[in-house]
């Protein structure tokens, strides 16, 4: 027995030396995926192709989320739900009328600078000069308007609230200098700024809290005074390169005035989207109610962090196509983002207890049913925003004001009907019933109006295989497999 154990357990030469060989090819392949995927790493601080400034800026809007939820947790666990509705209420009057006054003005300016190159200097001149007048526009409504909308407040809050006002206008030029950026293709600059208000805010409110000063006022200050000096720095920026031109500035203001005529609507319903759901909460009930709801709103729109990074390079990219290739990048950007963020978003819905209670504290653990709702909401709310970028970079934008008209008309009146019966949740169920209905609708205009198939609302295999394509589509150097360790 024991002899036949022994030569049981011994070794054929000739199969060890075919199980090192097998191993080695192991390690080797390993290696050569390691330094492929280094390989495309790398390459992509450098590639300006449209896939990799989409990764790069949904790359920074996770950082971008990361700072705010950060800051949001702060006011929220020291400030509370009270204080953190009352300073939210401080930013939510300039923050609403700066964008929208906005009336189409950065896609116009971004659809023309794209059209029309050699315009740029004419076109963001007058941009500007017409930004600084709306901005005037929204600072003299909303001081003559916050007493009538905060009258719930005390006196002195609304006095600050009105001059909080002054940030409308700043807001206005950030929002004209983005879409100069975005239209010249500096997305790396882009991208940079766009971090710095929010690290900015994130640092103020760190130094109010070690130095015990963290108030509802303080905390709106730090978040309000970040944007300024990057905003002003980079108007200079630009104006340097285009030298206030105004030569041209009645045929400038007039290609800006057709595209903004048709998507102004689409701005100003795209602001009441963004924010009705705040002003009817804050109009009709408590502070602490609006803190909840926008702990539970903010923490809900992690994921559309992927829909917002892609339209701010696909309507650019599209912008650029003709009319079927524009279609079909959207569509096939669609069908991705919403897989891939409705899987994202079933653990989010499953674990919004644990998450809120870690997070901000149990005192916010009565904002989770609103939460989960908000959480589906924003999947399709985000998807439709992609969908719609067909019609914007066709020159289409009246049909995307449509679907914003339907959804919002929609959930203001369920939300004006059912928050003061049902509180919170039933703002939740008012948004989620207006972004189905745009989605449905756009896509009965995508039969009807642009005469091409209904997209699929899944993304498919093939869909996988582009977007391999896309991210790895870059050289990279091979290991030789005849090389020695």
């Known amino acids: 027995m024991a002899v036949r154990c022994h030569r049981i357990a011994e070794v054929d030469p000739k199969l060890e030396r075919q199980g090192n060989a097998m191993m080695s090819n192991s390690n080797l392949l390993h290696k050569s995926g390691t330094v492929r995927l280094w390989s495309i790493a790398r390459s992509l601080r450098v590639r300006k192709d ?10 920074v809007s996770m950082l971008i989320m990361i700072v705010n939820l950060l800051t949001g947790i702060l006011t929220a666990r020291y400030l509370g739900p009270a204080g953190k509705g009352e300073s939210s209420a401080l930013l939510l009057w300039p923050t609403f009328l700066a964008n929208l006054f906005r009336l189409g003005l950065p896609s116009a300016l971004l659809f023309n600078m794209r059209r029309h190159p050699d315009d740029s200097a004419p076109l963001y001149t007058t941009a500007l000069m017409i930004c600084l007048g709306f901005g005037g526009f929204a600072l003299t409504i909303g001081v003559l308007g916050v007493p009538h909308a905060l009258s719930s407040s005390s006196e002195q809050m609304i006095v600050y609230a009105q001059w909080f006002m002054l940030c409308a206008p700043i807001l206005l030029m950030e929002a004209t200098n983005n879409a100069a950026l975005q239209a010249r293709g500096e997305f790396l600059l882009f991208n940079r700024l766009r971090t710095l208000p929010h690290l900015g805010a994130l640092i103020g409110l760190a130094v109010l809290l070690l130095a015990g000063k963290l108030t509802p006022l303080s905390a709106a200050l730090a978040y309000s005074f970040t944007t300024i000096p990057v905003t002003l720095w980079l108007t200079s920026r630009l104006l340097s390169i285009y030298r206030l031109s105004i030569k041209r500035f009645k045929h400038s203001f007039g290609m800006i005035f057709r595209y903004a005529r048709s998507s102004s609507a689409a701005d100003v319903l795209s602001s009441l989207s963004v924010y009705m759901d705040q002003l009817i909460v804050v109009a009709l009930l408590r502070p602490a109610d609006l803190g909840l709801y926008l702990v539970a709103l903010s923490l809900s729109r992690v994921i559309n962090v992927v829909h917002s990074s892609l339209v701010m390079v696909l309507f650019p990219k599209a912008a650029g196509l003709e009319n079927k290739e524009a279609i079909e990048l959207v569509k096939r950007i669609f069908r991705i983002s919403l897989s891939m963020t409705m899987l994202a978003a079933i653990p989010m819905m499953l674990l919004g207890t644990v998450v809120l209670n870690v997070l901000y504290g149990e005192q916010y653990t009565a904002a989770v049913s609103v939460y989960r709702i908000l959480v589906l909401e924003a999947v399709i709310g985000g998807s439709t925003l992609i969908l719609a970028q067909s019609f914007m970079s066709l020159g289409k934008p009246g ?16 939300m004006v009907i059912l928050v003061p019966r049902f509180g919170l949740i039933s703002a939740g169920i008012a948004l989620l019933t207006g972004s ?14 642009l005469h091409t198939p209904i997209p699929q609302l899944w993304m498919r295999w093939e869909d996988v295989r582009w977007l391999y394509s896309r991210f790895a589509s870059v050289p990279t150097q091979q290991p030789d497999i005849n090389d020695k360790e």
């Open 399 to 414: 049909y995307q004001s449509t679907l914003q008209a339907v959804g919002i008309g929609v959930g203001m009146v369920l």
């Open 50 to 59: 449209s896939t990799a400034q989409s990764l790069k800026t949904v790359a």
């Open 436 to 449: 189905l209905i745009r989605l449905l609708l756009g896509l009965v205009f995508y039969k009807k109006v």
